[in-house]
């Protein structure tokens, strides 16, 4: 080859690259990603500090003891949070623990709905419902309604999702107020959400907020680690750890669902497969840049 | 892998996958199909706030405590609430709200607007100073040396409090515009840029983990719950 066609070649690639329809980018990422998942890719994780903290202190509360869960979150962030919401849940129910469902999201009684039909009642058949667990759903009022429950549960919460009175649920039986629960767990993507249960409920009433967040929300609720935030899930990583961590604190448990270790294969191809992408663009710019030069 | 597909049957994930795929169309051009996609999803949101906002929260928490018997019409068994007349404000400042549907009565809106506020006000005030800057400068005094029990350096550790401690100080000199940005106060400062491009590029990342777990969970359920591949 000549200078003259070595000069044209890198040229041709350069041009290319940089003109590459975006939609060519948008089908391999789709392809790879569809690739995975069919091939049932699988790392295996471990818990990090923060997981490992949240998992403890789930794991340390003596049985019996109250939990809030609260579900912020739409259907549009189920796939990084209901992976968190099944795995503490399992978590709760397996240590004996009384969890109590509630959401500051309009679409939280969907997701308390399924995480009650796909785990509760599916996998603890004798955990049975308001005696181990109940789901109170959704209220209006957002930061104000934790506000509220901070000093009355009754003010909000006369009954459950199914309409039964929580005066008469075994489950609230000695929790007249958030003061009286012994963990909060917020899964939240957005406001409000975990922190305004940590500014309304766990800094003013001192009982240890755990959090999970989507993976855009996980940056800003790292300052809060570990004074105000006791353990932190971040996006569909940290749900796969927690899995990890139940896996290995309770090796006798099957966990019917992992989706988010089942996510985390496709997502590390992904990942692979972006970063070359960044390199290739990186290379056609030196190539553009040493085009222009040489012209 | 099971192998062969094995569509399913049920309608709702038919419709489920066909949306789906109508929004995908998206990253092809702007077409009919996302946009029919797109008023679908608002129209039902919409609808099913304002349903779900009345039977979980006016019904019981206003109108059944403003009027007791109303709680049996819908379940029979429900203990019936007592009289909370103090309802009543709330209730009738929830009604002004509703002057804004007419130009004339507008004004109406104002007052409950302003109460809103107001409360909204002073409460996120002394929440957000007790725990966003009195709990993070508390949080941010940790000694920068820190001991193993063995009472050797915990170097990891130790190192993670002082780039917390020097990440925090240049952020903060970064943004002090009170003094002109020279020489070593100037150094201090793009060291501060430094870290909160660091952070920015954590947020990315997270942020491309975020929408491709979201991807990932959309094609499982196509090539899974639809398809039967899975």
Redesign the interface.
Known sequence: MTGTEHTAGSSRRATGLATLDRRWIYLALAAAIALSIVARIRFPDTPSPLVQAAYDRVETLPPGASIVMALDYSPSSRPELEPMAFAIARHAMLRGHRLILLSTWDTGNAMIARLCTEVLRREFPERREGEAWVALGYKSGNEMLINAIRQDFDSMYASDMEGRSCADLAVLAGVESLADCTLIVSLSSGTPGLKEWVLFAGDVTGVPVVGGSTGVGTPEFLPYFPRQIRGLLGGLKGAAEYEAALELGHPDFHQRTMAATDGMGPQAVAHSLIVLFIVLGNVGLLLQRRQRRGT | ?SGGLHLSSSVEVWVGAALTLMVFSY??RDNPFYKLAEHVFVGVSAA??MV??FW??LW??AIAKLWPGAARL??P???E?THDWALLLPVILGLLMLGRLHPRTVWLSRWPTAFAIG??AG??LV??L???FL??I??GMTPSLIATTGGRLALGESLSHAILLGGTICGIVYFTYTRQHRGAWARVAGTGVLFMMV?FG??FG?????R??????R??FL??TWLG??
């Open positions: 892998m990253l092809w099913y706030v779900l906002g979980t929260t019981p928490n819908t379940t068994e429900a203990v609430p409360t909204s409460y996120n929440r957000y007790r725990s966003d709990a993070q508390h949080s952070t954590t947020t997270y942020t491309v983990m975020a491709i777990s979201l991807l990932v969970s094609l499982h090539l899974g591949l899975i």
